[in-house]
């Protein structure tokens, strides 16, 4: 009888320890699964558009003949479309990272076991687990911490990325922005870093190589060994046959493939000629309601007026100190330039000033910048007093005199010639002239003649100044050079752009040029003024302008 009792109380007991020990299993089971649920509804809805970056491809800006003249991105790496990536070079990446890239949702289990299979046989870690979209989730969203939680917050952003984006999206955010080591990020940085080409040229061997260095680019580096990195190489590609992503005789042919290393540096395209690109990015946004994000991210190709012979030779100008006066301190004496074609406004060349240049920043070239001077003085007062009837050769009072109440000004030199024609108050930049002539034809018709060749109401004041340039505020070089194009074009002003069609990356225009001339005086008087204009450079003020064999128009201020 004791021992059946004896019996009971250990099977009682035994039960005991085995109920609350499936009890812990239950609970801890719980909260492994409230745990994970509360991990996974805090990253389902996670802000991934910082991945975007990824698919960010360059704008390219063309000249007036087509050719690519500059490109502009945001990033540090050079986006490029997964269409311009060869299927060998995406091959041997998918063949040693994650072969089974297509198969899963992001995570892969499989892999997971694999390794851990592999490593626990190894004594060490030897493989990993992690997919591309794991990858791209630390490489892009997280920190660099090896922590379980960060490993979560990989694993739960992976499985939201493969929701959002396709393979292909994927793969080509990856190849965009992983480092390939000797600060290269992203393959088409790469591919110039290593070998001097673009991404399409790469053979696979030279692919096999560059995928190689994903895992470990400073310890692989070609430059400092090379044995390791055709080494690695070789692993890459007897995978890439494992995975039938290559025949026996590619693989064959690109293991025996001597490679050359060559470093083709940077794009030189990128970053050139910034300010002329500034106005561009300008125009873009402001007429076409285009935005910065996008013009540096979406890879738009943007058809200009520039040209850029002109463009070199302004550039090569501002750089030579010689030919400007001293500034104060470390700061350079600034100028602005800009060449307009008078016929349809094209925007040819530009500068927008000397030293450092700020991305968006103040432009001479195309911003305000100060009053006008005596480059007013063709059109107020004296293309408003042509149309009124006067003539170039009429005389016009050149002595001291006071206008109103106390205006009096002067000529450069402090002296007067009594009378002189137009056209000599023209050649000779005479103050004195201009103010009495605009005071005879009246304010009025002169505040017309300036709104007319588009300068700016804001600026216009309503006085005998305006003979002089004396403006309300500046104006641009841009302004004034498209006044002066009314002289050069026959009486019709131009509208001034550089941007003549944009195309988006999936080649769909969506802007272009519809541009009109204004008429602003007849033809004759733009002569008449044309011909006082090349006085001033023949025998006056602009004589430092004169081109040999060519006929110089213009006027100094």
């Not at 125009?283 to 200009?304: C, H, R």
Request: aromatic share 8%; glycine share 10%.
């Amino acid at each position: 009888m004791r021992k059946r009792t004896s019996v009971i109380k250990k099977f009682q007991s035994t039960w005991k320890k085995l109920h609350l020990t499936q009890v812990s299993i239950l609970l801890a089971s719980t909260l492994v699964l409230a745990f994970l649920s509360f991990v996974y509804f805090s990253y389902k809805d996670a802000d991934i558009s910082a991945l975007e970056a990824g698919l960010a491809q360059s704008t390219v800006i063309y000249d007036a003949d087509g050719e690519v003249a500059s490109k502009i991105s945001a990033n540090k790496n050079e986006g490029i479309s997964i269409d311009q990536i060869p299927d060998h070079m995406k091959n041997a990446v998918i063949a040693i990272e994650d072969h089974r890239f297509y198969d899963h949702g992001g995570i892969d289990l499989k892999g997971i076991g694999r390794a851990f299979y592999t490593n626990l046989k190894a004594g060490g870690i030897v493989e990993g687990g992690s997919t591309l979209t794991q990858q791209l989730t630390k490489n892009a969203l997280l920190s660099a911490e090896k922590t379980y939680k960060r490993k979560l917050e990989e694993f739960f952003l992976a499985l939201e990325i493969e929701k959002e984006y396709s393979k292909d999206e994927i793969l080509q955010m990856y190849l965009n922005q992983v480092y390939f080591g000797e600060g290269a990020w992203g393959i088409k940085r790469a591919a110039m870093k290593y070998y001097a080409k673009d991404v399409e040229d790469l053979s696979i061997s030279e692919a096999a190589l560059l995928a190689g260095l994903v895992k470990a680019p400073s310890a692989i580096n070609p430059y400092q060994n090379k044995e390791k990195a055709i080494e690695r190489r070789n692993l890459v590609l007897d995978r890439m046959k494992e995975y039938s992503f290559i025949s026996e005789k590619e693989w064959e042919k690109a293991k025996n493939e001597k490679l050359v290393f060559e470093d083709g540096g940077g794009d030189p395209l990128k970053g050139k000629y910034p300010y002329y690109v500034d106005v561009v990015l300008e125009e873009a946004i402001n007429k076409y309601n285009i935005s910065l994000d996008d013009l540096l991210s979406n890879g738009y190709q943007i058809y200009t007026e520039l040209d850029q012979d002109m463009q070199g030779s302004v550039e090569e100008t501002y750089k030579n100190d010689q030919l400007f006066p001293k500034g104060t301190g470390d700061q350079p004496v600034q100028s602005g330039a800009i060449l307009l074609d008078p016929q349809n406004g094209g925007i040819r060349a530009l500068a927008g000033g000397r030293g450092e240049h700020t991305l968006l920043g103040h432009n001479r070239a195309v911003h305000k910048v100060g009053q006008p001077g005596s480059t007013m003085k063709p059109i107020v007062p004296y293309t408003a007093a042509l149309e009124s009837g006067w003539e170039i050769k009429d005389e016009l009072k050149d002595e001291r005199m006071t206008f109103g109440k106390d205006y009096e000004p002067n000529n450069y030199n402090g002296q007067f010639r009594g009378n002189v024609p137009m056209y000599e108050a023209v050649k000779d930049s005479l103050n004195v002239p201009a103010v009495w002539l605009l005071d005879e034809i009246g304010v009025e018709k002169g505040v017309d003649a300036a709104k007319r060749f588009g300068i700016p109401e804001a600026a216009i004041n309503q006085n005998l100044a305006l003979a002089l340039g004396g403006t309300n505020e500046g104006v641009s070089p841009l302004t004034m050079a498209q006044a002066y194009a009314v002289f050069a074009n026959g009486g019709e002003r131009p509208e001034a752009h550089s941007i003549t069609k944009i195309v988006d990356k999936d080649g769909e225009t969506v802007a272009e040029w519809k541009g009109e001339n204004t008429r602003v005086i007849s033809k004759d008087v733009a002569d008449k003024v044309t011909t006082m204009l090349l006085g001033v450079v023949q025998h006056g003020t602009g004589k430092a302008a004169q081109i040999p064999g060519r006929d110089v128009a213009g006027t100094t201020g």
